[in-house]
């Protein structure tokens, strides 16, 4: 009898240990897509606070591994994207550029941007 309790009690470890093994990489991608989705959300709150306020600001985003942030324009109308998400969605009330920023993209990892309203033009720049 003691014997048949193990043998469940292992059982049932496997098969929690398997669950997990499942689930966690899972769970790990939902956290770097919402990582992702709050960098993106972040940095166009901090330049709609620079069109509102007209002043400046530097801040620092993380964006995840496997994800690329980029400055979108389309007919005039400038948006972040990041897996095909767009912030905001109808875009910015005013032009915004990336200044030495290759290609408008920012890759995975941890970068400082500083934020300027000129000529009634955003301009986003890494500093360092």
């Known amino acids: ?27 790990q991608g939902m956290s770097a897509a919402q990582q992702a989705e709050e960098a993106a ?3 166009e709150t901090d330049i ?5 306020n007209e002043d400046s600001r530097t801040k620092e985003y ?9 400055l979108e ?6 948006k ?9 969605e109808d875009g910015f009330d005013k032009s915004v550029k990336f200044e030495n920023i290759k290609h408008n993209e920012l890759s995975s990892g941890i ?5 300027e309203l000129k000529n009634d033009l955003v301009v986003v720049s890494k500093v360092g």
């Open 41 to 43: 959300s972040k940095l």
């Open 111 to 115: 970068h400082e941007l500083h934020m």
């Open 1 to 27: 009898m003691t014997v048949l309790r193990l043998v469940s009690l292992v059982v049932i470890a496997g098969i929690c240990v398997s669950i997990f093994a499942i689930v966690y990489p899972y769970l």
């Open 73 to 78: 324009n389309s007919d005039g109308v400038y």
């Open 80 to 88: 972040i994207e990041i897996d095909g998400m767009y912030f905001p």
């Open 62 to 70: 993380t964006i995840p591994s496997g994800y690329t942030l980029s």
């Open 48 to 52: 709609q606070w620079v069109i509102l």
